[in-house]
């Protein structure tokens, strides 16, 4: 075996270990972890009896077609069972593993290794695509797009991957347009100044892409533009800017404790810094060419900023941080190659890397065995073995009124429940009063099982003046297990 089979079989058997790594995380994570309410929108698409009835509904909310799907395909193919729902998701996750390893080519092997290896365990990415929503599709169509076009800037070649990532982003949700616009306006200002061979490759490439999506954002966009149903977030600032970027490998820091805390947030301040020194040091290094850090640099830091800006200018934009997937890769990538750099101080640099990448996959380990998230299915396994006969429930969320409430409580329960009769659930009206107060009087006990509910809402209210005694549970964030009796 000569020197090129050897290091070609070991490169192969590192990226298998970091696609075995990222898997595992992933299921794990989605194992451990209850589906969340917008989840459970996604389910709620995915239930439409005909495409008709699909995209007319679709209409009423705020998201593109293409991820809701991929779920209900995924559905009909293998039913509602968790791992079935999350499963598009997940296959987003995975080939956006194995894209950034395409992508780190360009890079030296350790680069390569670290930039792989922190979208593997960056725990926004694998919350992300272990969920039933559309952000890993999201980070995978960016990552994609940035791999196409480097392609076409160096090569010429990559036309029809650029027009299919554009096409799949445009689909998949309105904030692929900052990626779009960062890294196909800085592709076309590059490939203009440098005369290169892509330039009307990359042109006829995102043409096409955007071509086939204009059918959505001729028709379905414009409805859903009207209706005014607000978006997730509203709070942008450059604070805010600030704490996305550390998210992006390090999002849910508390969840292992004031402690370990302090050391992710050193961390995420680490792999923060590598990133800019990444930018940097590819700007410098003469065996790159331009297009690398510039594209790199754009959709790591200027694709935040735009939907930070977009958010500030407009609060239909919205913000929050599943809306920076798209910069997740590039922001590896820059971080990969800060940590690697050549020059002055460069092994303090690599060790530090090191260490950050280490924290990085235990701060995943920690969400995959407790997420902290909405604990639907906690709450409502705890609450079914203890419904008997004479027993009522309500089960409600504080969510927008164009979806059907006690979507997790008709999931969950009756997996639960098996060979058990559930116990009647009390009606509410959109005000989320009981529609029938005095109904609640009929009845020994009962519970309920709500979501973010203000703790003066007309359902609670109702119970506290007909029964005297009420007792209460948290699960995870904003699961709530109330239950009320008489003595």
Request: charged share 15%; hydrophobic share 50%.
């Given at each position: 075996?000569?020197?090129?089979?050897?290091?070609?079989?070991?490169?192969?058997?590192?990226?298998?270990?970091?696609?075995?790594?990222?898997?595992?995380?992933?299921?794990?994570?989605?194992?451990?972890?209850?589906?969340?309410?917008?989840?459970?929108?996604?389910?709620?698409?995915?239930?439409?009896?005909?495409?008709?009835?699909?995209?007319?509904?679709?209409?009423?909310?705020?998201?593109?077609?293409?991820?809701?799907?991929?779920?209900?395909?995924?559905?009909?193919?293998?039913?509602?069972?968790?791992?079935?729902?999350?499963?598009?998701?997940?296959?987003?996750?995975?080939?956006?593993?194995?894209?950034?390893?395409?992508?780190?080519?360009?890079?030296?092997?350790?680069?390569?290794?670290?930039?792989?290896?922190?979208?593997?365990?960056?725990?926004?990415?694998?919350?992300?695509?272990?969920?039933?929503?559309?952000?890993?599709?999201?980070?995978?169509?960016?990552?994609?797009?940035?791999?196409?076009?480097?392609?076409?800037?160096?090569?010429?070649?990559?036309?029809?991957?650029?027009?299919?990532?554009?096409?799949?982003?445009?689909?998949?949700?309105?904030?692929?347009?900052?990626?779009?616009?960062?890294?196909?306006?800085?592709?076309?200002?590059?490939?203009?100044?440098?005369?290169?061979?892509?330039?009307?490759?990359?042109?006829?490439?995102?043409?096409?892409?955007?071509?086939?999506?204009?059918?959505?954002?001729?028709?379905?966009?414009?409805?859903?533009?009207?209706?005014?149903?607000?978006?997730?977030?509203?709070?942008?600032?450059?604070?805010?800017?600030g704490e996305g970027l550390t998210h992006l490998v390090f999002h849910n820091v508390s969840v292992a404790g004031p402690v370990l805390r302090l050391v992710f947030l050193a961390a995420s301040a680490a792999v923060l810094l590598a990133a800019l020194a990444g930018a940097v040091s590819l700007l410098r290094a003469r065996e790159h060419r331009a297009a690398?850090?510039?594209?790199?640099?754009?959709?790591?830091?200027?694709?935040?900023?735009?939907?930070?800006?977009?958010?500030?200018?407009?609060?239909?934009?919205?913000f929050e941080w599943r809306y920076l997937a798209s910069a997740i890769v590039p922001f590896a990538l820059l971080a990969g190659a800060g940590g690697g750099a050549a020059g002055a101080g460069a092994r303090l640099r690599r060790g530090v890397l090191a260490c950050a990448c280490a924290a990085a996959l235990v701060l995943s380990a920690y969400e995959a065995?407790?997420?902290?998230?909405?604990?639907?299915?906690?709450?409502?396994?705890?609450?079914?073995?203890?419904?008997?006969?004479?027993?009522?429930?309500?089960?409600?969320?504080?969510?927008?009124?164009?979806?059907?409430?006690?979507?997790?409580?008709?999931?969950?329960?009756?997996?639960?429940?098996?060979?058990?009769?559930?116990?009647?659930?009390?009606?509410?009206?959109?005000?989320?009063?009981?529609?029938?107060?005095?109904?609640?009087?009929?009845?020994?006990?009962?519970?309920?099982?709500?979501?973010?509910?203000?703790?003066?809402?007309?359902?609670?209210?109702?119970?506290?003046?007909?029964?005297?005694?009420?007792?209460?549970?948290?699960?995870?964030?904003?699961?709530?297990?109330?239950?009320?009796?008489?003595?």
């Open positions: 075996m000569n020197n090129a089979q050897g290091s070609g079989r070991r490169l192969a058997f590192l990226l298998a270990a970091l696609l075995a790594l990222a898997a595992g995380l992933r299921l794990w994570n989605g194992a451990g972890s209850s589906l969340k309410l917008d989840d459970f929108h996604s389910l709620h698409h995915a239930r439409a009896p005909d495409l008709g009835s699909f995209f007319s509904f679709l209409e009423k909310d705020n998201h593109p077609p293409l991820a809701f799907l991929l779920v209900r395909a995924a559905r009909s193919a293998w039913g509602e069972d968790e791992w079935a729902l999350r499963l598009p998701a997940v296959l987003a996750g995975l080939a956006a593993v194995a894209l950034t390893w395409r992508i780190a080519r360009r890079l030296d092997a350790p680069a390569r290794a670290a930039a792989t290896f922190l979208v593997a365990v960056s725990s926004l990415h694998v919350e992300l695509t272990s969920d039933v929503r559309m952000y890993g599709l999201l980070a995978l169509a960016t990552a994609g797009l940035l791999d196409a076009l480097l392609d076409l800037l160096e090569e010429g070649r990559g036309a029809w991957r650029a027009a299919l990532w554009t096409c799949v982003g445009l689909h998949t949700h309105y904030h692929f347009a900052y990626a779009l616009a960062a890294l196909g306006g800085g592709a076309l200002v590059l490939a203009w100044r440098a005369r290169a061979p892509g330039l009307r490759a990359l042109v006829v490439g995102v043409g096409l892409g955007g071509l086939a999506a204009l059918p959505w954002y001729a028709l379905g966009f414009p409805a859903q533009l009207r209706h005014g149903l607000a978006p997730g977030g509203s709070d942008p600032s450059l604070l805010r800017l690398l850090p510039v594209l790199l640099a754009l959709g790591a830091f200027a694709v935040p900023a735009l939907a930070t800006l977009a958010a500030w200018l407009s609060p239909r934009a919205g065995v407790d997420p902290g998230e909405e604990d639907y299915a906690g709450a409502i396994a705890a609450l079914v073995p203890r419904l008997q006969p004479g027993d009522a429930v309500v089960a409600a969320d504080k969510q927008p009124l164009v979806f059907p409430h006690a979507l997790a409580w008709d999931y969950y329960a009756p997996r639960f429940a098996v060979g058990r009769a559930l116990p009647p659930r009390l009606d509410y009206d959109d005000t989320l009063s009981l529609v029938d107060p005095a109904a609640a009087g009929g009845y020994r006990r009962v519970f309920c099982c709500l979501r973010s509910m203000p703790d003066r809402c007309g359902i609670l209210s109702a119970l506290r003046q007909t029964f005297p005694s009420e007792e209460r549970e948290v699960y995870g964030r904003s699961i709530w297990v109330h239950q009320f009796e008489r003595p």
